[in-house]
């Protein structure tokens, strides 16, 4: 059994556990940011470090490749969508998977998911109990490499995410019916849960690569894994711009649109359709 499967099935019993536990301080924050000032403007989210498996009669973990890309591409998509409500312009991170295929990209994309993982562990497992004073100077970097994703993309930040999900067997869900009927039998009421998971959200400078902002959450689910709920807890902390700056920006992008469509070339009723020849860029639809 490989230590990552090890860490899911402990990190299983620690949500399973009932007794009272010690509150975590799961946010970070870099000194700047604490003090109110929001250091950036546009972000790129890049493809979540995920994770899924499940965990069969027998206890072997069998990992859940359709779902995991599935998974991806939902926290990708909603972590996106959550960071525009507060603000920030969000910009594609030019990392899908056929250029991450890519010669160019593959070893330095390999390199900044190394160095993100080493930055999780320092602000999660090496400073794991700080105080909340602690947690909102906190100071660790991934490294300037990183601006090379973020130059990429011309966006100020980077968005990192890691995403674990261990989901039960049918197997497995058969055993958990027989030991709460049992408990029933006796008058005691349980529940069982079907899935787990723990979603963490980085922000990192794209410049130093240093880290803004994080906060992890971890959750259980007696139905279907619900991702997009664990990310909203997730991001109950994510800073926002002020009211007043967003009003500025969508004017001036008003403004700009309307220049853009006074100044648009007339186009002949009877001119064809540069999409049926093929003259526009069309996006890629998600694998299915």
């Not at 880290?211 to 902390?237: E, I």
Request: aromatic share 8%; hydrophobic share 40%; with cysteine.
């Amino acid at each position: 059994m490989t230590s990552k499967s090890i860490s899911i099935i402990v990190l299983a019993a620690c949500l399973c556990a009932c007794t009272p536990q010690k509150p975590v301080q799961t946010l970070r924050k870099h000194p700047n940011l604490a003090k109110g000032a929001v250091p950036f403007r546009s972000v790129a989210v890049v493809p979540p470090d995920l994770s899924a498996f499940r965990l069969t009669f027998h206890g072997d973990m069998v990992p859940l490749l359709e779902e995991r890309d599935s998974y991806r591409f939902e926290v990708t998509d909603w972590l996106q969508r959550k960071i525009l409500e507060k603000g920030f312009t969000v910009r594609s991170s030019k990392l899908s998977d056929e250029e991450l295929a890519a010669d160019a990209l593959r070893l330095p994309w390999a390199e900044a998911v190394s160095a993100q993982r080493l930055l999780s562990t320092k602000a999660y497992q090496i400073a794991a109990d700080l105080t909340l004073s602690e947690a909102i100077a906190f100071r660790a970097t991934m490294g300037p490499e990183v601006g090379y994703f973020a130059e990429r993309a011309d966006v100020d930040t980077l968005v990192f995410s890691n995403v674990m999900v261990l989901e039960k067997s049918p197997g497995m869900r058969a055993k958990d019916t027989f030991f709460v009927l049992l408990f029933a039998l006796w008058g005691t009421a349980v529940r069982y849960p079907t899935s787990y998971a723990i979603v963490e959200v980085m922000v990192v400078d794209g410049t130093t690569g240093e880290l803004l902002w994080s906060d992890r959450r971890a959750g259980f689910f007696y139905q279907k894994t619900d991702l997009r709920w664990l990310m909203d807890q997730t991001l109950v902390d994510f800073p926002s711009l002020p009211r007043q700056e967003t009003r500025r920006r969508e004017a001036s992008a008003d403004t700009d649109s309307a220049e853009a469509e006074e100044n648009a070339p007339v186009v002949p009723p009877d001119a064809p359709d540069p999409l049926e020849q093929g003259t526009l860029p069309q996006a890629d639809a998600p694998s299915p």
